[in-house]
């Protein structure tokens, strides 16, 4: 029986040091913070998150189409035909040009200090919701409720 007990305290001890360590973790919002905030601060992260929000941007912005609508509209009647064939030449650079400006955008708005305020906070309130949920706080926007329904179901 001894043996038994021994074996059973071998084998939770680790999940007790485990389970005080992530219970430190979680409940505690500056430790919280401390630990994932620089990862919003590593370039590669920042490069990874810019990559996204343009490709989402891009994916919503045809801008082949647009310099092709451009380019028409200025296309009016009456103006030489090289006029044409320049503005048709000059639809690679133009379309080059404003992604290239987009991208620079987004990678000044992902490396702001603005965004990483914002990042700050987001974390914050993210991680101090479930916090709250978990402890049964009810100052939260979650709640999670033990009581159990009545169930219409036969048991």
């Known amino acids: 029986?001894?043996?038994?007990?021994?074996?059973m305290a071998a084998?939770?001890?680790p999940l007790s040091v485990l389970?005080?360590?992530?219970?430190?973790?979680?409940?505690?919002?500056?430790?919280?913070?401390?630990?994932v905030a620089p990862l919003a601060d590593d370039p590669d992260v920042q490069d990874a998150v810019a990559a996204r929000i343009e490709e989402v941007v891009f994916s919503y912005l045809d801008l082949d189409a647009?310099?092709?609508?451009?380019?028409?509209?200025l296309e009016a009647p009456g103006r030489p035909p090289e006029a044409a064939d320049t503005l048709?030449?000059?639809?690679?650079?133009?379309?080059?040009?404003?992604?290239?400006?987009?991208?620079d955008r987004i990678d000044a708005l992902v490396r702001s200090d603005?965004?990483?305020?914002?990042?700050?906070e987001a974390k914050r309130t993210a991680q101090s919701?479930?916090?709250?949920?978990?402890?049964?706080?009810?100052?939260?926007?979650?709640e999670?409720?033990?009581?159990?329904?009545?169930?219409?179901?036969?048991?």
């Open 88 to 103: 048709r030449a000059l639809s690679g650079p133009l379309t080059s040009g404003v992604r290239s400006f987009v991208r």
């Open 1 to 7: 029986m001894a043996g038994l007990l021994i074996a």
């Open 129 to 142: 919701e479930p916090v709250a949920a978990l402890t049964g706080k009810t100052d939260g926007a979650v």
């Open 19 to 35: 389970a005080t360590w992530a219970g430190g973790q979680i409940q505690d919002t500056d430790r919280y913070l401390a630990t």
């Open 11 to 13: 084998l939770l001890a």
């Open 66 to 73: 647009a310099t092709d609508q451009l380019i028409t509209a």
């Open 114 to 120: 603005a965004i990483a305020k914002a990042r700050v």
């Open 144 to 155: 999670i409720s033990t009581a159990r329904s009545r169930s219409t179901w036969p048991c």
